[in-house]
């Protein structure tokens, strides 16, 4: 089996290397994409994640055939919240608050329900879970330790919100040196256009915070 794949991406091709790229999925949790969770709260259309589900799942499969290095983040707070800042519980007009009681426990709680990752894609016990509180995944937690440890050069990423957590891990990456092919309908977001916009500003001037590339493209490349 190839150690190793062309993705026709955007704004163009790119060759990864199996061992040196890992899969990212980010906050694939039922309190973004059920409803009564935290999407909800904030007053947002749930179903409008629900089409990423299938072409993470279809990469997820693939990537555990090449052996690749699979990671999945989540979202969410202490119980105590300590690592809440006040800034972001306090903000706008919820229905519910972080750590308020709701349907599926306390809302973007760890170790509630809706904290959770959906069964759909539900973690292998190999794979590596990294839990954030904000929304790029190397802020305040293990991921860059993780990365260095098993030699990561590239990351596919995919997840939610393409603006919001997908976007700000993707600059967070780039910054740090990695290669990032973001792959486009692996990611979704409550409003169509900044998933649009999201994908393209992260393609744009040749590339400037990575690549941008279709599940189908991601596929072939693993064959
Ligand atoms: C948001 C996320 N949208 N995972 N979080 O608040 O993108």
């Known amino acids: 089996k190839p150690t190793g794949g062309v993705i026709s991406a955007e704004p163009e091709p790119i060759r990864l290397d ?4 890992a899969l990212l999925i980010i906050d694939m949790q039922r309190d973004f994409l059920e409803p009564g969770g935290f999407g909800e709260t904030l007053g947002n259309d749930v179903s409008q994640l629900g089409r990423a589900v299938k072409p993470i799942g279809a990469v ?3 990537a555990r055939g090449t052996g690749m290095l699979v990671i999945h983040t989540r979202e969410g707070h ?3 919240l300590s690592d809440a800042p006040p800034a972001k519980v306090e903000r706008g007009a919820p229905s519910l608050r972080i750590g308020d009681p709701g349907p599926m426990g306390r809302i973007l ?3 509630e329900a809706g904290h959770d990752i959906i069964p759909e894609l539900y973690p292998l016990d190999s794979e590596i879970v990294i839990d954030k509180p904000g929304k790029g995944a190397f802020y305040a937690t293990e991921l860059g330790n993780a990365l260095e440890k098993y030699g990561i050069e590239n990351l596919l990423v995919c997840g939610v919100t393409t603006e919001v957590c997908v976007n700000t891990t993707v600059r967070e990456a780039n910054d740090r040196g990695y290669r990032c092919v973001v792959i486009s309908d692996g990611c979704a977001s409550y409003f169509p256009e900044f998933h649009e916009m999201g994908l393209k500003m992260i393609k744009a001037q040749g590339g400037i915070f990575g690549w941008v590339a279709s599940s189908a493209a991601v596929l ?4």
């Open 78 to 80: 202490l119980p105590d």
């Open 109 to 111: 709680i760890r170790g």
């Open 220 to 223: 072939e490349a693993m064959k």
């Open 60 to 62: 997820l499969k693939a």
């Open 18 to 21: 199996w061992p040196a790229t």
